[in-house]
């Protein structure tokens, strides 16, 4: 296999050791500490990875030792490809990594329109291998060499849920957690697909907590059509694993197809619930077992969830959650996507005024992201950045959202111009953050 093209961290070309990436692949966002990057070539040998792929990491500033790793993993066909370059740079996603001292990690395989997902989707036919060699030279890169080893938490959407579900049943005692969007593994044949491998599932991997998500319109509501086949594989999977006393349950979001929506308002406190729980103290220790005492239970199609220990129906075949405060939030989901957040985002910081122009930086709320940013000068409201925050697929977010609910790109930037500053007088500026449910930062 060949040499990885590493990309170096100056303000000069990228320079590559191998064959440069194609359209629409060329174009990935540049990378500086804290954010790494290496790309491999396809590779012609036998059970390797028949696509070129790049990893891109960030690691959270000041961090001394990584604790773990998230993975935000992209779907199938070019465009889902294409939008895993900006998954890194996430800021909601960061949060998570950063309360977690976890890595965030975003592969963006380069798959042309019409090849078969199922030569990366299926871990098994290279993807898991460079996926491990990636971690091992990420880890070099960016000074942090126990990359390689921490355990691994996974989001994947449509092939990346595949994917994820996928590294689940081949590595679970690597696995903290799971959250796959409306993908999940083959664990029985399916006559409509039958060049897809099925999956077995080790009963280790009945230990780690997964939480399987999808579109109403992905076979629950809208029973006919392109996605119309999520619902039924998600149930033969659940069944599966929940019939042996798997940790799983399943979340419908009430309004989209195959688009992630508002997923992530879910997906993120869900696995910072298991974080919390099965993160080792100790760098090198095994992850800790997920505590099943405080579990809530739900019907399948249910929208009420009670715990587990006065719960009335069948165990085996009920949704399993982590806790009261997750299935309240589930609840919530199922109902309308709303889930409730009572805490304001952090403050913006580091601002910058240079004549007219300012800039800041700012963390996300773990809980409900970043909006916008409302921007005062002399104590009065001036503008809102951006001017008219939009998401074709949820929730108005800061950076914007793509398919794969990875940042719109180019990357938004937290800057504005004051357009009538008012000449020979020194204004007072000041950023407040407000998060997706309308909450402002405080100070």
């Known amino acids: 296999m060949r040499t990885p093209i590493l990309f170096l961290f100056a303000l000069l070309p990228l320079l590559a050791t191998g064959e440069p990436a194609v359209p629409p692949y060329d174009q990935p966002p540049t990378v500086q500490p804290p954010y790494y990057r290496v790309r491999y070539d396809a590779s012609t040998q036998p059970g390797e990875l028949i696509f070129p792929v790049n990893y891109t990491v960030w690691v959270p500033p000041g961090v001394k030792s990584l604790r773990g790793v998230i993975v935000h993993q992209h779907g199938c066909g070019e465009g889902s490809c294409k939008s895993g370059q900006t998954g890194a740079f996430d800021l909601h996603w960061q949060a998570l990594a950063r309360k977690h001292g976890c890595a965030l990690l975003a592969p963006s395989y380069e798959q042309p329109e019409k090849a078969d997902c199922q030569m990366w989707c299926d871990p098994r036919n290279g993807s898991a291998t460079a996926f491990q060699r990636g971690l091992v030279d990420l880890g070099r890169e960016s000074g942090h060499p126990e990359l390689a080893t921490v355990p691994w938490a996974l989001w994947g959407h449509s092939g990346g849920g595949h994917w994820a579900g996928g590294m689940t049943l081949l590595f679970p005692d690597r696995i903290a957690a799971a959250v796959l969007r409306s993908g ?42 392109r996605f119309a086949g999520a ?43 298991c974080l919390t729980a099965r993160l080792p103290d100790e760098p090198g220790a095994p992850l800790k077992p997920m505590p099943v005492d405080g579990a809530w239970l739900a019907p399948l199609l249910g929208t009420e969830a009670a715990p587990a220990s006065s719960f009335s129906g069948s165990p085996n075949t009920a949704l399993w959650m982590p806790n009261q405060e997750i299935a309240a939030k589930w609840a919530a989901y199922v109902n309308d996507t709303n889930v409730p957040d009572t805490t304001p985002p952090p403050a913006p910081d580091d601002l910058k005024v240079q004549g ?30 951006p001017e008219a925050p939009k998401n074709p697929f949820g929730r108005p977010i800061f950076q914007g959202l793509q398919y794969s609910d990875t940042p719109a790109a180019p990357l938004v930037k937290m800057h504005y111009t004051d357009p009538q500053p008012e000449p020979g007088k020194t204004h007072t500026y000041r950023v407040i953050a407000v998060n997706t449910v309308g909450l402002r930062s405080d100070g």
């Open 184 to 225: 999940v593994p083959l664990v029985e044949a399916n006559p409509a697909r039958p060049t897809i491998k099925i999956h077995t599932i080790p009963a280790a991997a009945l230990k780690v907590p997964i939480l399987c998500n999808l579109g109403t319109k992905e076979g629950v509501t809208v029973t006919e059509g």
């Open 231 to 273: 619902w039924s594989a998600n149930q033969i999977f659940f069944k599966a694993v929940r019939g042996q006393g798997g940790l799983i349950g399943i979340s419908i979001d009430p309004f989209t197809s195959h688009e992630c929506g508002n997923q992530r308002y879910l997906s993120i406190p869900w696995l910072d619930a």
């Open 356 to 385: 007219a122009e300012l800039s800041w930086t700012a963390q996300a709320d773990l809980e409900s992201g970043l909006a916008h940013f409302v921007i005062e000068r002399d104590g009065q409201p001036l503008a809102t950045v």
